[in-house]
């Protein structure tokens, strides 16, 4: 199929439907794919769409009732493109209508003036001279379809060098070796979330943008690594063993590595990281509440933990621990607590003691060198190792992401009172996993990352959410994510979530589910023009090489089984 070849001409359609279009008798159905970026040519506009569907169709039922037989050759030949024929149904995303003084350029080299006339070759060289509008029309009948061009890619999508934007090329389109990029300055503006069901890729994909947000300096980064994937290397996806690099070793100057646990890390062999403990006086009860289901505690547990923590202060689980039952029975007479409520409550935050990380007491404060690290322009990974059941892992999260949040919100109140550009916050994108788990309906107003999420870049903290149940998160909350990337989903109500709070979103769920099962993604929102599908961009050699990284060294096969070993014991395996 040459390039500049029309594919079929409009049929008919509807703007909250799409368009239908005939494929001309030489197109070969099994050339259009879903999700493919298609080009229609209208008298006055031009009109970029997305491939939603493909049918079959017949002139006639006589063809339906006696078709050919398979070695009957000549026959399917006289009837493709009039008794038979292809269909696909196109969803246009974007339109172009030039002024009126704005030369078209024809095939034939010559060009004249916008009026009747159409676009049949119009090129543009570069989005900068050409401004892309929301569809209010549709193009007339018989208008052409044509294969998208790498300048019409550009046209939308810009590219990765452009001087103005911070565009990262996050992948290529299905059928062409054309960079889609995303504007990393919108993408940071807002909450974005990367769906996908389980092996799909979601890790990959998660760094891929974790380094261009850090490579383009779009923002700060604090990133929750619940599974040690993102700050030091970790097992790469496929049928043979391999490992990927992680963002500490990309960026070494730029990454900081924090670890809950500290003797997890230095068994991986990650270099200069820093210890991260804390303490039982910076855990409030909201933070109890964020993992009641995980210390099977009752309503009766929390209101009485509020009791203790309005007559204790910060050391209130400090107090309950070490009170006797005497003592909690004369605590229960003076404050009208509940003595059952409040040992149920004592017994199960024992369970506190476990974890590795938490202290009565600290020599200092732990979340303050975050906060410095991230003031001074560091990105910050911080580790859980051992320790990343899911009571551990919420409870650390929520816990300092609250305190940072605080800070931050004191920062840009500041900055609106000072109005100077010193006082400014750096953009803080908080990246966590298994994000259903702290915006579900039941807990979402409990826990600092609802509030993150509806506030969008009001202090500038933004959120990065990984999970492969979209349909846990709260529809509110799934409304104010900006960009969604999504690998493949089978769940009905999964996909169903994705499209919350995007308008002609039906007509991209048979694009979702019809995504391959690896390196394959639809992105959609605010940091690009248009939905798109996508073959995700390799997390690989070549990968390292473009964003500037020389000093990669291959692991002997027998040090990174070691060191995969190691890692499968520390995680219980």
């Known amino acids: 199929m040459n390039l500049g070849q029309p594919l079929g001409s409009v049929t008919q359609g509807s703007l909250s439907e799409g368009l239908e279009v005939r494929l001309h008798p030489d197109v070969l159905v099994e050339d259009m794919r879903v999700g493919k970026f298609l080009v229609v040519e209208g008298m006055k506009s031009r009109f970029f769409c997305?491939?939603?569907d493909v049918c079959l169709g017949t002139s006639s039922q006589r063809i339906v009732a006696n078709p050919p037989l398979p070695s009957d050759d000549f026959m399917r030949e006289v009837l493709a493109g009039s008794g038979t024929y292809g269909t696909i149904d196109l969803t246009p995303m974007l339109m172009f209508t030039p002024e009126s003084d704005e030369p078209v350029f024809h095939k034939n080299g010559q060009s004249e003036h916008h009026g009747v006339s159409g676009l049949a070759s119009f090129q543009p060289q570069s989005s900068s001279n050409m401004e892309l509008l929301p569809v209010k029309t549709i193009p007339s009948h018989f208008s052409q379809v044509y294969d998208a061009s790498e300048r019409d890619f550009r046209a939308v999508f810009g590219w990765e060098d452009d001087p103005q934007k911070r565009n990262f090329a996050i992948g290529q389109?299905?059928?062409?070796?054309?960079?889609i990029c995303i504007d990393l300055d919108r993408f940071v503006e807002r909450s974005n979330g990367v769906f996908g069901k389980s092996g799909t890729g979601k890790s990959f994909l998660t760094r891929l943008l974790l380094s261009g947000i850090i490579r383009k300096q779009a923002a700060v980064n604090l990133i929750f690594d619940m599974h040690s994937e993102y700050g030091w290397e970790a097992v790469s996806e496929g049928k043979q063993f391999s490992t990927v690099k992680g963002l500490r070793q990309l960026f070494p100057g730029k990454v900081q590595v924090?670890?809950?646990?500290?003797?997890?890390?230095?068994?991986?062999?990650?270099r200069d990281a820093q210890e991260l403990y804390l303490s039982y006086d910076q855990i409030e009860v909201e933070d109890i509440m964020l993992v009641r289901n995980e210390l099977n505690l009752s309503e009766a547990?929390?209101?009485?933990?509020?009791?203790?923590?309005n007559e204790f202060g910060k050391s209130w689980i400090t107090q309950l621990l070490a009170m006797g039952n005497e003592e909690i029975e004369m605590f229960c007479q003076e404050k009208r607590g509940n003595k059952s409520s409040i040992m149920a409550l004592q017994r199960k935050l024992l369970r506190l003691e476990d974890l590795k990380y938490m202290r009565t007491t600290c020599p200092h404060n732990y979340i303050d060198k975050i906060l410095a690290s991230l003031d001074a322009g560091k990105h910050v990974v911080i580790e859980f190792g051992s320790q990343s059941n899911m009571l551990s892992y919420m409870l650390a999260t929520n816990t300092i992401s609250r305190r940072i949040h605080h800070s931050y919100v004191h920062k840009a109140e500041k900055f609106l009172q000072s109005k100077n550009p010193c006082d400014r916050p750096h953009p803080l994108v908080i990246t966590i996993e298994e994000a259903h788990r702290f915006l579900d309906p039941a807990t979402v107003k409990q826990t600092i990352f609802g509030i993150i999420a509806r506030e969008m870049r009001k202090y500038f903290v933004t959120l990065l959410v990984v999970d492969q149940r979209p349909s846990g998160i709260d529809n509110e909350v799934m409304s104010q994510i900006g960009t969604r990337i999504t690998a493949l989903l089978n769940d009905e109500k999964d996909i169903e979530a994705i499209f919350t709070g995007v308008s002609g979103g039906q007509a991209l769920r048979s694009v979702l589910a019809k995504l391959d099962s690896k390196q394959q993604a639809l992105i959609l929102g605010h940091a690009v023009p248009m939905p798109v599908v996508v073959r995700t961009r390799p997390y690989d050699q070549t990968f390292y090489t473009e964003i500037g990284d020389v000093a990669w060294e291959e692991k002997p096969d027998e040090e990174v089984f070691a060191a995969a070993q190691l890692a499968q014991a520390d995680l219980g395996f």
């Open 258 to 270: 924090y670890t809950l646990d500290p003797a997890s890390t230095k068994r991986r062999g990650v």
């Open 173 to 179: 389109p299905l059928d062409m070796d054309v960079p």
């Open 301 to 309: 547990s929390l209101e009485n933990a509020t009791i203790l923590r």
């Open 50 to 52: 997305m491939l939603t």
